[in-house]
């Protein structure tokens, strides 16, 4: 990866920091090498569902990078909860366009949408997939939240 990337990327995530922040979400930008963080990371708070928006370091042969958008939707679910919940997961996944749904035992129920971007697009562009993404992510977070944890 080249530095004219990194600084691309990071351009990206602080504007949409500033998208986020006149849209009143609560948000923060954690810099690679802060809070023991290898990488940048935008977080928010929407709606009480904690998002991470960031380029995880996947190397490519393909002139990629990767963007993620992980939404923590409910970190306290129970193990009895879990299993009564895995159906309903498994029916969310095979209906979801993109993205998946899961349950990590170490950061409750998640949803997460990752995909290439071409090291070629241009900054305007990258912000704009991005913030689609991100919207995505938290448009489809805040359903599977009020339809799984509704069931619980």
Do not use: W
Request: aromatic share 8%.
């Amino acid at each position: 990866m080249n530095k004219n990337n990194d600084t691309k990327r990071r351009n990206a995530l602080l504007k949409l920091q500033e998208n986020m922040k006149t849209a009143k979400l609560e948000n923060s930008f954690i810099r690679a090498g802060e809070n023991a963080s290898p990488i940048d990371i935008l977080a928010c708070d929407f709606s009480g569902i904690e998002g991470q928006f960031f380029f995880p370091d996947i190397k490519s042969a393909e002139n990629v990078f990767y963007f993620s958008c992980m939404m923590v939707i409910d970190k306290n679910v129970a193990e009895r909860d879990a299993a009564k919940m895995k159906a309903g997961i498994a029916q969310i996944n095979l209906d979801l366009l993109c993205g998946t749904l899961a349950l990590y035992p170490d950061m409750g129920l998640v949803y997460k949408l990752t995909f290439p971007i071409p090291e070629s697009i241009g900054e305007d562009a990258l912000f704009e997939t991005m913030d689609i993404a991100a919207a995505h992510a938290m448009f489809h977070s805040s359903r599977i939240a009020q339809s799984l944890i509704a069931e619980k």
